[in-house]
């Protein structure tokens, strides 16, 4: 069975950082993508940022040289480094990997909660 799980979150001011983790288990194939997701209260689960085996990263644009995201296959850990944090990203931050060639949405942590005080 393949299990995410999530750590990192918590309760940081405006301009402060937070960093993401985790780790996924099970047995994975080495052609993934991994990434990071955010839902914020009463809206969609959107993508923040995601990186492929090879490291490849897509970012959204309200992200964009404020988060890293970043993989380590050996550990099959993926990390999301969180600076300038802003308000508008309160949200629970869901861990994913899927494969590109079977779609779908593949699998999923059980979420980590991210509040950003003004």
């Known amino acids: 069975q393949v299990r995410l799980v999530e750590s990192g979150g918590g309760l940081v001011q405006t301009g402060g950082s937070l960093r993401l983790s985790c780790v996924i288990s099970?047995?994975?194939?080495?052609?993934?993508?991994m990434g990071w997701y955010r839902q914020a209260h009463g809206n969609q689960r959107d993508l923040v940022a995601s990186?492929?085996?090879?490291?490849?990263?897509t970012y959204a644009k309200s992200v964009k040289g404020r988060f890293t995201i970043s993989r380590d296959n050996a550990k099959n850990t993926v990390v999301l480094q969180m600076n300038s944090l802003k308000p508008e990203d309160t949200a629970v931050y869901y861990c994913?990997?899927?494969?590109?060639?079977?779609?779908?949405?593949?699998?999923w942590g059980q979420g980590t909660q991210v509040t950003v005080s003004s």
């Open positions: 994913n990997m899927r494969y590109e060639h079977l779609g779908g949405e593949g699998y």
């Open positions: 099970g047995d994975i194939f080495s052609i993934n993508e």
């Open positions: 990186i492929t085996n090879s490291g490849m990263t």
